[in-house]
C-alpha cells in the first residue's frame, strides 16, 4: 500500500509569483486536505476536497485555491506569494470525508519566499 | 470558532519518567480528538484517537481519554524512552465547525534524556 506522497519537497519562490504543489492520495482514498504549518506552529487547515469538489475551507484567501483530479490526487495552487506564506505545507489524505475518519499525511513540501 | 490548547515545550523528562502532555479544546459540536506525532523532518503520524465522550485512545504504551465535562484530551505514558523524542500536536475534528478539517493545537516538543 502506498503511502500519501507529496512533490516538489523543497521549491523557493519569489514575492509575487505563483506556486503549485502536489499530493498523491493513498491508495483507496477520496478525501484530500492541505494545511499550512508555519515554523514552530501547528498546522492550520485550508481546504478539503472530497470527490473532486471543494468540502470545506478554513480562513485563507481566496488566492489559495486547489484542484482535485478523478485518481483523487491533488494540487495546491497559491497566487501573488508573500513573505508570509513560507511554511511546510502539508497533504493528508483519508478513505472518506467525516470527523472519525483518520487522516493519513504525506512529508510535505517546504515552500520558502523570498 | 474552535481552538486546541496544550501546553507549551520544550518539555525535559529523564528515560523511564512519567509524561502528561496537556491539552484542552473549545468546540461547536462534538468532535472526534487526536494526538499526533511529527519526528524530526518527517510528517505527522496519527498516535491516538478517541471519537466519543469517556473513550479511551492508546497506542505505544501512550493513552488519553476524551473527557467532555473537562473538555480535555491529556496525553501519557507512563514510562518514555529516549525514542518518543518528538513534537505532539493535539487536534480535534468537528464537522460542526462547517469544515471536516483538524484544528491543531501549537504542539509541545518532548526531549527525553538517556
Known amino acids: 500500500e502506498t503511502g500519501v506522497t507529496q512533490s516538489p519537497t523543497h521549491l523557493i519562490k519569489t514575492r509575487g509569483q505563483q506556486v503549485t504543489l502536489r499530493c498523491s492520495s493513498q491508495?483507496?482514498?477520496?478525501?484530500v486536505s492541505w494545511y499550512q504549518q508555519a515554523l514552530g506552529q501547528g498546522p492550520q487547515f485550508i481546504f478539503q476536497?472530497?470527490?473532486?469538489?471543494?468540502?470545506g475551507r478554513g480562513n485563507f484567501p481566496p488566492r489559495f485555491s486547489g484542484l482535485q483530479f478523478p485518481n483523487y490526487s491533488s494540487e495546491l495552487n497559491v497566487n501573488a506569494l508573500e513573505l508570509d506564506d513560507s511554511a511546510l505545507y502539508l497533504c493528508?489524505?483519508?478513505?472518506?470525508?467525516?470527523?472519525?475518519?483518520?487522516?493519513?499525511f504525506g512529508p510535505g513540501t517546504r515552500l520558502t519566499v523570498t | 470558532g474552535n481552538s486546541v490548547t496544550q501546553m507549551e515545550g520544550p518539555v525535559t523528562l529523564s528515560e523511564e519518567a512519567f509524561l502528561t502532555i496537556n491539552c484542552t479544546y473549545t468546540?461547536?459540536?462534538?468532535?472526534?480528538l487526536f494526538w499526533y506525532v511529527q519526528y524530526p523532518g518527517e510528517g505527522l503520524q496519527l498516535l491516538l484517537k478517541?471519537?466519543?465522550?469517556?473513550d479511551k485512545g492508546s497506542n505505544k504504551g501512550f493513552e488519553a481519554t476524551y473527557r467532555k465535562e473537562t473538555t480535555s484530551f491529556h496525553l501519557e505514558k507512563g514510562s518514555v524512552q529516549v525514542s518518543d523524542s518528538a513534537v505532539y500536536f493535539c487536534?480535534?475534528?468537528?464537522?460542526?465547525?462547517?469544515?471536516?478539517?483538524?484544528?491543531f493545537g501549537k504542539g509541545t516538543h518532548l526531549i527525553i534524556q538517556p
Open positions: 491508495s483507496g482514498h477520496n478525501t
Open positions: 493528508a489524505s483519508s478513505f472518506k470525508a467525516g470527523t472519525s475518519y483518520e487522516q493519513y
Open positions: 478517541a471519537t466519543k465522550a469517556d
Open positions: 476536497y472530497y470527490r473532486e469538489e471543494e468540502n
Open positions: 468546540a461547536t459540536g462534538y468532535p472526534s
Open positions: 487536534a480535534l475534528s468537528d464537522a460542526g465547525g462547517g469544515a471536516d478539517g483538524l484544528t
